[in-house]
């Protein structure tokens, strides 16, 4: 079982960046997909990004073409995810998750806050 850790979130104005953490332990991160997926207040939670075991593919919520970027270091056992350009609806929890076979979960991070101030 995996274990994941969200940090990097807080408050930050409009237009402004943060880059998110996702420090995994107890398995073998690089044999997983990973996976970003936000929850704002009174919503389901959403997809944001998603990328393959070996960082060759990566795929993202409309919402967030162009503005942020998915990366994992395999090495270090982190995932991450760059925001850039940030505006008041990207507010939400953000938690990163494993995928196997397209299939997510069931690991789960507990989430960090993101609250972008317009």
């Known amino acids: 079982q995996v274990q994941l850790v969200e940090s990097g979130g807080g408050l930050v104005q409009a237009g402004g960046s943060l880059r998110l953490s996702c420090a995994a332990s107890g398995g073998t991160f690089s044999s997983y997909s990973m996976g970003w997926f936000r929850q704002a207040p009174g919503k389901e939670r959403e997809f944001v990004a998603s990328?393959?075991?070996?960082?060759?593919?990566?795929y993202y919520a409309d919402s967030v073409k162009g503005r942020f970027t998915i990366s994992r270091d395999n090495a270090k056992n982190t995932l991450y995810l760059q925001m850039n350009s940030l505006k008041s609806e990207d507010t939400a929890v953000y938690y990163c998750?494993?995928?196997?076979?397209?299939?997510?979960?069931?690991?789960w991070g507990q989430g960090t806050q993101v609250t972008v101030s317009s």
């Open positions: 998750v494993t995928i196997t076979y397209g299939v997510i979960g069931p690991n």
């Open positions: 990328i393959s075991r070996n960082a060759g593919y990566a």
